[in-house]
C-alpha cells in the first residue's frame, strides 16, 4: 500500500495488496479489501466497504453506507450516493462471479441497486433508489423498478443548473 498524501481514517480497514493513488480519503469505518486499486482523489464514505478485486479510478467520490462488490470497476469522475449497493452474484449464492462495470462520468443516486454484470454506460445516472437489472446506455438516464430510461444526461444536466439557480429553499 502506499499512501502519497493520503489521508485514511485510524478506524478504517485497508486489506492486503491494496494500491491507493495519491490525495485519497477514507474516512470513518470504512471497509477496502484486497487486490483493490484506487485512482488519484477517491473519496470513500463512513461505513462503505469496498470489497476485493475492485478498481476505482481517478476523481471519483463514494459516498457512506455504499457496497461494492468484489470484482467491480468503476470509471473515473464517477459519483455514488449514499447506500448504494453493486452486486457480482446474480444467482446466489453461486460459485461464479461477475462485477458491476460503472463507466467514467457516471452517477449513481442513493439506495440505488445493480445487478451483478450490469453496465452504467459513460456519462448516465441512475437516479436515487432504482434497481438496475440491464445495462444502461451512455448520456442517459434511468429511473425506477426495473430501471427504465427517461431522458437524456444533457437533460438531466439542464434540470440540475436549473435547479442551483433557483431561489427554491
Same mark, same amino acid.
Given at each position: 500500500?502506499?499512501?502519497?498524501?493520503?489521508?485514511?481514517?485510524?478506524?478504517?480497514? *485497508?486489506?492486503?495488496?491494496?494500491? =491507493?493513488?495519491?490525495?485519497v480519503?477514507?474516512?470513518?469505518?470504512?471497509?477496502?479489501? #484486497?487486490? #483493490?486499486?484506487?485512482?488519484?482523489? *477517491?473519496?470513500?464514505?463512513? =461505513?462503505?466497504?469496498?470489497?476485493?478485486?475492485?478498481?476505482?479510478?481517478?476523481?471519483?467520490?463514494?459516498?457512506?453506507l455504499?457496497?461494492?462488490?468484489?470484482?467491480?470497476? $468503476?470509471?473515473?469522475?464517477v459519483? $455514488?450516493?449514499?447506500?448504494?449497493?453493486?452486486?457480482?452474484?446474480?444467482?446466489?449464492?453461486?460459485?461464479?462471479?461477475?462485477?458491476?462495470c460503472?463507466?467514467?462520468?457516471? *452517477?449513481?443516486?442513493?439506495?440505488?441497486?445493480?445487478?451483478?454484470?450490469?453496465?452504467?454506460?459513460?456519462?448516465?445516472?441512475v437516479?436515487?433508489?432504482?434497481?438496475?437489472?440491464?445495462?444502461?446506455?451512455?448520456?442517459?438516464?434511468?429511473?425506477?423498478?426495473?430501471?427504465?430510461?427517461?431522458?437524456?444526461?444533457?437533460?438531466?444536466?439542464?434540470?440540475?443548473?436549473?435547479?442551483?439557480?433557483?431561489?427554491?429553499?
Amino acid at each position: 500500500m502506499s499512501n502519497n498524501e493520503s489521508n485514511i481514517s485510524t478506524s478504517a480497514f *485497508v486489506g492486503k495488496q491494496v494500491k =491507493l493513488g495519491s490525495n485519497v480519503k477514507i474516512w470513518n469505518m470504512a471497509y477496502i479489501g #484486497t487486490n #483493490t486499486e484506487i485512482g488519484d482523489n *477517491v473519496i470513500i464514505g463512513s =461505513l462503505a466497504h469496498v470489497d476485493y478485486d475492485v478498481k476505482i479510478g481517478s476523481n471519483t467520490k463514494i459516498e457512506g453506507l455504499v457496497y461494492i462488490a468484489p470484482k467491480c470497476i $468503476i470509471g473515473k469522475n464517477v459519483f $455514488i450516493g449514499p447506500s448504494a449497493t453493486l452486486t457480482n452474484d446474480p444467482y446466489p449464492p453461486s460459485t461464479k462471479l461477475v462485477g458491476v462495470c460503472i463507466e467514467d462520468n457516471a *452517477v449513481i443516486g442513493a439506495r440505488a441497486v445493480i445487478k451483478a454484470g450490469v453496465t452504467i454506460g459513460k456519462n448516465s445516472v441512475v437516479a436515487m433508489g432504482s434497481i438496475v437489472t440491464k445495462d444502461v446506455p451512455p448520456d442517459t438516464v434511468v429511473v425506477g423498478s426495473p430501471a427504465k430510461i427517461v431522458y437524456t444526461r444533457a437533460k438531466y444536466d439542464e434540470k440540475m443548473k436549473d435547479w442551483e439557480v433557483s431561489s427554491k429553499y
